[in-house]
């Protein structure tokens, strides 16, 4: 079955101590990316790569990191989560990033709720 | 700065008729703009999209209208079904970057 997987689906933490939130996705797709979703701010792109080894910034990079080793995984890391990276987050992937005319439509996971008290 | 809007937090439709979801935008350089449909408890599914080519795209009941000169796009659904109940969002992007709205939550009443 297609998919894309985080693990943990949930995570209370506490500030300071480093976490990493693992992606994967089993249909060979170039692009993935992280989003995370607030209350009345909809989801907003973390960081995003276009394949093995290439990662940029989306919109809220700060206290994230991110690494792409092998083509099917992405994970999310926070050094030192603070509780303002309370959030739900998503991890997606597509076949491509770009292309207007090849459906860069984008397949989601079921989502991490991460707490940091 | 949001850069992609949805003012209406929430709509409710009966079951049968048409629902009309609205979506604003302020980056001109917006090129592809897509809709997804998210259930509790589970990650955002595709639903449409349209690029900026275009100004109209049909997918059995769902239709993605845009309207470049306004910065607005809408999501008609027709007919509305209770299965349809759900928050939507509206994304825009411009090169590799995803801008999301905020989101309108669908009621459907049987």
């Known amino acids: 079955e297609a998919q894309v997987t985080q693990n943990p689906r949930y995570l209370i933490t506490v500030t300071g101590k480093k976490l990493t939130v693992t992606c994967s996705q089993n249909?060979?797709?170039?692009?993935m990316s992280w989003y995370r979703q607030d209350p009345g701010l909809g989801l907003r792109q973390i960081y995003y790569?276009?394949?093995?080894?290439?990662?940029d910034k989306g919109d809220v990079p700060e206290g994230y990191k991110v690494s792409r080793k092998e083509k099917r995984n992405f994970p999310l890391i926070l050094e030192s989560p603070s509780p303002n990276q309370t959030s739900l987050y998503f991890c997606a992937s597509s076949l491509y990033g770009r292309g207007i005319f090849l459906g860069n439509e984008q397949f989601f996971g079921p989502g991490t709720r991460l707490t940091v008290l | 700065d949001q850069q992609v809007k949805q003012n209406s937090p929430s709509l409710s439709v009966q079951e049968g008729r048409i629902s009309i979801l609205n979506c604003d935008y302020t980056?001109?350089?917006?090129?592809?703009f897509l809709w997804y449909k998210k259930y509790p408890a589970e990650g955002p599914t595709f639903l449409i999209s349209i690029s900026s080519i275009k100004d109209k795209n049909e997918d059995g009941r769902f239709t993605v209208f845009l309207n470049k000169s306004a910065k607005h796009l809408s999501l008609h659904i027709v007919p509305s079904q209770p299965g349809d109940s759900a928050v939507y969002f509206c994304a825009a992007s411009a090169g590799n970057q995803f801008y999301f709205g905020t989101g309108t939550s669908l009621t459907v009443i049987p």
């Open positions: 249909m060979n797709h170039e692009y």
């Open positions: 980056n001109s350089m917006f090129d592809y």
């Open positions: 790569s276009m394949n093995v080894e290439v990662t």
